[in-house]
């Protein structure tokens, strides 16, 4: 005799996505297993955070609490953050059933905190990371950094700061390297998240 898990009596829950393909994983998941759910506006009782990584859910959250967090890829940094942030429970994507996220959302609903076994187990094994140190930037990374965030080309920013272009290619490929970013776009994402500029 199989064990039917009944829905939390109206537990509404509330889904922040990353993106809306993993949005409508979730609230599929949800509607499968009977869960409300709530609008921005509403109050509700959890707080489901999606993302492909941890830090990607724990970023749409803003400054709400995520509950639930549900990723594809954890990682040691992602799930301190968000249990720092106060997540009561994490689940796979891969692992995203009826039953499992109904059991999550009680976790997170109840503090008891619920981590997949793989991420337990890689959280417990090896050396703690240190979170990344912010990036220090010169005063004319900042400036070059805030003319590329409205939309200057090099030989713009380089008018505008009386250098030569070669040298603001220079500056742009030291501050790439402090910010560890993958193009000018990510820097600049990156430098307005961490208050940079």
Known sequence: MTAVLAPPAAVPVRVVAADES?????????????????????GAAVVAAVGET????????????????????????GVRRALR?????????????????????????????RVPHEVLVRLLDGPEPADPAPAVLTRRQTSVLALMADGHGN?????????????????????????????RSHAVATAIRTGLI
Not at 24 to 42: D, N
Not at 86 to 103: E, I, S, Y
């Open 22 to 42: 993993t949005r409508a994983k979730v609230t599929s998941a949800l509607r499968l297993a009977g869960v409300p759910l709530s609008g921005p506006a509403e």
């Open 54 to 77: 941890v830090e990607d859910a724990i970023a749409a959250c803003g400054t709400a609490t995520p509950g639930l967090v549900v990723a594809e890829r954890f990682s040691q940094i």
């Open 85 to 113: 942030m106060g997540a009561g429970a994490m689940l796979r994507t891969a692992d995203l059933t009826p039953a499992r996220l109904l059991a999550a959302i009680d976790a997170a609903r109840s503090g008891d905190g």
């Open 155 to 183: 030989a713009d920013i380089a008018r505008m700061l009386r250098c030569s272009e070669h040298t603001v290619k220079n500056v742009i490929y030291e501050l790439m390297g402090r910010l560890q970013a993958r193009n």
